[in-house]
């Protein structure tokens, strides 16, 4: 058998030696405190959970729902996003379900890339951006996201001739996973970038609703004529720990949507209605759960900031997002400080060279880790650090 070119191109997935060894370590019974994975430990609230029971029984949702989505649905999401943004979209053309946002953010590449084009992509970024541009066959060129530039990409250090290549820029604010987040002034910029290079831009914003001490993202959607140039990819999975049923959207230029959706419909058979249901109860009704979400992630926030900072791994309180974003300290890389927390004291972090050249110095903590588990690792992180003393300065 001979696979694809577009198969072997794909890099190898960078975790897989961290992955194996926390399966050693479990199968030898030892305990391992995970601060790895970016999913939501709390539950999908009770109001949406009953939605999705009582869709569940009518036998009108046992059918192929449309690609498009209900009209409902869409005009849920429009009726959101006004409410929430201030952003006025056409249900119809503006507004499109999918099966979580993972799933439209790959296929979207099938829209805008034909073999050898570019995509501009973050680095370090969500590694699906880059994915799905080879599997649509086309180039990544990287945009370096440092602390110096606030993890913002610099657009006009990129050369001509990538411009000239260039098909469409990827962002995503609230950053995973460096916590980042814009302003309006840099979506402004991004939208006369577009406009200027005829590049087509898709922002991904799932952690619009994670934010904490009052601080309120903005979606790329607010920035003045944003919907001439892009997309927005939203979802329901960060906002209302709602990741295992699968459900997102992809929002704004309308000949993209439309384009989207051509794909869609070739290749898959809509979002299963009851989780459509679901997903409006989510959408129109109380939104307290958020906040209430919001307290826990940042009470766990400032307790792992705090014993990060006092072990001498750097970090600073991110504004928004599911993620801390820490320093790695003199002497290791992120996949050797990784390591390092593993085989000594079974805590498992995400290295930041798993997202990129320019993730490398960094290792990601995830916020979605219960109580228990949070007190538990904090203890072992503690014990990590005076097992080094004096080795590592602050
Ligand atoms: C979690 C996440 C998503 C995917 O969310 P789904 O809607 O569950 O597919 C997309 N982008 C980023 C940056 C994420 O962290």
Redesign the pocket.
């Known amino acids: 058998m001979k696979l694809s070119r577009r198969i072997s191109n794909l890099p190898p997935y960078f975790f897989v030696e961290i992955t194996k060894k926390i399966a050693e370590k479990k199968a030898r019974g030892e305990d391992v405190v995970s601060f790895a994975v970016?999913d939501p430990d709390l539950p999908t609230p009770n109001h949406v959970i009953d939605q999705i029971c009582r869709a569940a029984r009518d036998p009108a949702n046992h059918r192929y729902p449309e690609t498009a989505g209900l009209p409902e649905l869409r005009q849920a999401i429009a009726s959101w996003y006004k409410k929430r943004f201030d952003v006025s979209l056409d249900p119809d053309s503006e507004v499109l379900p999918?099966i979580?946002?993972?799933?439209g953010?790959a296929h979207i590449a099938l829209c805008l890339i034909d073999p050898d084009d570019t995509a501009l992509v973050p680095d370090p970024a969500?590694p699906?951006y880059a994915i799905g541009t080879i599997l649509a066959g086309g180039k990544t060129y990287y945009l370096s996201l440092t602390e110096e530039n606030n993890f913002l990409p610099v657009l006009d250090t990129i050369p001509a001739h990538v411009l000239e290549e260039a098909k469409v820029i990827w962002l995503?604010y609230p950053n995973?996973p460096t916590g980042a987040v814009a302003d309006i002034d840099f979506f402004n910029r991004v939208v006369k970038f577009a406009q200027q290079h005829d590049i087509a831009v898709c922002h991904?914003g799932?952690?619009s609703e994670v934010a904490f001490d009052g601080y309120q993202p903005l979606s790329f959607l607010q920035a003045e004529g944003s919907k001439e140039v892009g997309v927005e990819?939203h979802?329901?999975?960060?906002s209302y720990n709602m990741?295992g049923w699968?459900?997102?959207m992809a929002v704004g230029n309308a000949e993209m949507i439309d384009a989207l959706k051509r794909v869609k419909s070739n290749l898959d058979s809509g979002i299963p209605q009851a989780i459509q249901y679901a997903a409006m109860a989510a959408l129109t009704g109380p939104q307290d759960c958020i906040q209430r979400h919001n307290n826990i992630y940042q009470r766990r926030r400032d307790l792992v900031i705090d014993m990060l900072n006092r072990i001498g791994l750097e970090a600073k309180p991110p504004k928004a997002s599911l993620y801390v974003w820490a320093k790695v300290p003199k002497g290791y890389t992120s996949a050797e400080l990784a390591n390092s927390l593993l085989e000594e004291v079974g805590v498992v972090v995400t290295p930041g060279a798993g997202y990129g050249k320019n993730g490398e110095g960094y290792i990601r903590l995830s916020l979605t880790i219960p109580d228990a588990g949070l007190v538990k690792g904090l203890s072992r992180l503690a014990g990590w650090r005076s097992k080094k003393e004096p080795g590592i300065k602050r």
Do not use: A, M, Q, W
Request: proline share 4%; net charge positive; charged share 20%.
């Open positions: 970016g999918l979580g946002s993972k799933e953010i969500y699906v995503n995973n991904d799932p952690y990819f979802s329901l999975s960060k990741t699968r459900i997102g």
